[in-house]
């Protein structure tokens, strides 16, 4: 009963905080206060940005023919203008009003590309841009439209006449203003920082007092310095995140160069750490680890942004203050998740995935976590993100975490973590022939009256990864009975698994590197998984599972042996 309470306490403090937080933007964006989004038109973009996200010119053919491929979702609006095509896929609406997809006009080069994306802005300030409302001015969607519409200027205003020129710049100059205005009523997290980046990048790129340009660097250093972590993670423990944040505050950094404006501290040593810890998440074949709402790796992109890491180093192997450890040897990488629960106005892609871990070797992964990120589809949502899609241990097919899963309180709220690990401790086992932690949560303590702990090991010259998973009483003293514990081993779609003459679980890639599972105390079972991660979309896969009662056995050992390498 207790446990239910907390829960719907800390539900009620979410609903009450976001009640409140959009009273005071429908106030700030009403009648009263429209005239604050009114002034000086300015007269002309100083400088266009650069913008790192990959651009396809073929992407700008179909958007041509009216055909829009955003998030992942195709939409054909048959010749009509696409801000009045009605669809219920809001991600793909929110692309389109983001106007992202610009930059794929900027990469055909063209004329026609050019006079077709004036089109596009001429007809959102037709249909949007008279009245504010909807999910065109989203706080978070006008972020990414202003940045965009500041990235490909020179695009959209390549052979406009003076009344466009003139309108875009009296649209844009009101899309600032009223983010402005909204920035500070926004929910915490990436979408807030990206208002304040988007500021930023209105300062430079356009004619404004200095006072201005100081006031938007002063609020980017104080949001900077509060969800950027001191080892270079984000507040919300997405290594998606750190992704979409660098394509945006890198040109941010290298614009305020152009304009010789000295870049704040906190943004250079933000992107400072954010580079290395970018990499710390990177397998060796360019897939970002699948942890807390990160899903399938563009790898392009990620070489596209690391390639403005001047540290050029090692990744760090401890992120005490991310939650997150690596063990790298020879060619086998390891990062597993060792921290709680991310603040819950920043959980609503975090999963249940505490101690779970992924291992690579060289161009392959061989054990992952299931992935889903903000873009997947949100029948699939529930099953990436407990703990039973991760690898690593569920008690009574039980998440180590609890979800807020109403539909009516999601529309208000969406679905943050309401409870889950308080405590997780971890220490690193280093010796000079291997790399370790030892680990252990709570998140099952309150239920179960269990902790796991976890104590990996990789040594051999990376060839062997040792494991002990124990449940604890915190204690001491008997396991309650009826408890059931099953550790999961997610395997990528890739590999293949099949059983050897000792009757041995084997893992083997297509070229010959092949993986060797073993376990002395517990028969090891094959059972079906699916890796929602995949570029293509979801694909059927595999899982090693050991289940076992943990009044019988409180501690299990495993290790997985390289076992062959024909290449």
Known sequence: MALIGTDIGNKSALVATELWRRMRRRLRAGPIYRWRFSGRTPDRVLIAPPDLRLADAQIAIEIYHARYPLEGHVVDTGGHSPFLFETPNVKW????????????????????????????????MNVNGRRISGLAWDP????????????????????????FYRAFLKSLALQIRYLRTMAPEMPDGEARLRARIALCFA???????????????????????????????????????????????????????????NPPEALIGAV???????????????????????????????????????????????APYSGYERMTMAKTIIVADTGTAPPREVSHDAQAGCLSFEMSSGRHQFIVNCG??????????????????????????????????????SRIIGSPIVAGPSQVKCERTDTRQSQGFLASHDGYVSRFGLIHERELSLGGDG????????????????????????????????????????????????DGEAWTFECRDVAAEVE????????GGPKRSCQIVLSFDPVELQEVEWRLVRSSDRR
């Open 203 to 261: 300062a430079l790129s356009l004619p404004v007092a200095q006072t201005t340009l100081k006031g938007a660097t002063r609020n980017l250093a104080a949001e900077l310095d509060r969800q950027i972590l001191p080892d270079g993670g984000h507040i919300s423990r997405n290594p998606g995140t750190l992704m979409e944040l660098l394509a945006d505050l890198v040109p941010l950094r290298y614009t305020y160069s152009n304009q010789a404006e």
């Open 140 to 163: 978070d969607v006008t972020a990414r439209r202003i940045i965009s519409w500041l990235q490909h200027s020179a695009v959209v205003l390549q052979g406009a006449d003076y009344s």
């Open 93 to 124: 609406q929110a692309a389109l009003h983001g106007f992202r997809w610009l930059r794929h006009m900027r990469a055909s080069g063209t004329e026609l590309a050019a006079a077709n994306a004036r089109a596009l802005v001429a007809d959102w």
């Open 463 to 510: 060839s062997v990864l040792q494991g002990a998973d124990r449940f604890l009483r915190p204690g001491g003293g008997p396991v309650r009975s009826g408890l059931r514990v099953d550790l999961r081993f997610h395997i990528h779609p890739d590999i293949g698994i099949f059983r050897d003459r000792a009757e041995k679980l084997v893992m083997a890639a297509r």
């Open 272 to 318: 400072e750490r954010m580079l290395p810890a970018l990499r710390f998440f990177r397998h060796s074949e360019g897939t970002l680890a699948r942890f807390n709402g990160m899903g399938p790796t563009i790898h392009d992109r990620v070489a596209a942004i690391l390639h403005h890491d001047d540290t050029a180093g090692e990744p760090l192997l401890h």
């Open 528 to 535: 079906e998984s699916i890796f929602f991660a995949g570029l």
């Open 372 to 409: 889903l990120d903000k873009r997947g589809a949100d029948d699939y949502r529930p099953l990436a993100r407990a703990t039973a899609g991760h690898s690593t241990a569920t008690i009574n097919d039980s998440s180590s975490a609890r979800f807020q899963v109403s539909a009516r309180l």
